[in-house]
């Protein structure tokens, strides 16, 4: 069954950190992009960070230099390390498989994702 598992979120200040895992089924970790997404209120699900089986990562320039990205194979786990948080990464946080490190378009059915809220 594909299955994908979202954890730590949480209500934390300005400037703080976080870190999200994601542990997902085989069938799912081994389509082998991983990526995580966020949504917004009142905005679309966007793809933030991606990360191959190689370990190659690329982020959306909005994340860039702060987000961190990381994947334990054992584990079927996918982390985001999240660093000097703002008030615009509040969302409800997502991972997903993707086809390529380009792509945007999720492969299996989302699960319930994890809160992420920014704010003093």
């Known amino acids: 069954q594909d299955q994908l598992v979202e954890s730590g979120g949480a209500l934390v200040r300005p400037g703080g950190s976080l870190r999200l895992s994601c542990v997902a089924s085989?069938?799912?970790?081994?389509?082998?992009?991983m990526g995580w997404f966020r949504q917004a209120p009142g905005n679309q699900r966007e793809v933030i960070a991606r990360i191959s089986r190689a370990g190659n990562k690329n982020y959306e320039d909005a994340v860039k230099g702060r987000f961190i990205i990381s994947r334990d194979d054992a584990k079927n786990t996918v982390y985001l390390q999240m660093n000097d948080l703002k008030p615009e990464d509040t969302a409800v946080y997502y991972c997903n498989a993707l086809s390529f490190l380009s792509s945007e378009m999720p492969r299996f059915p989302w699960g319930q994702g994890t809160q992420v809220t920014v704010s003093s």
């Open positions: 085989q069938s799912v970790f081994n389509f082998g992009v």
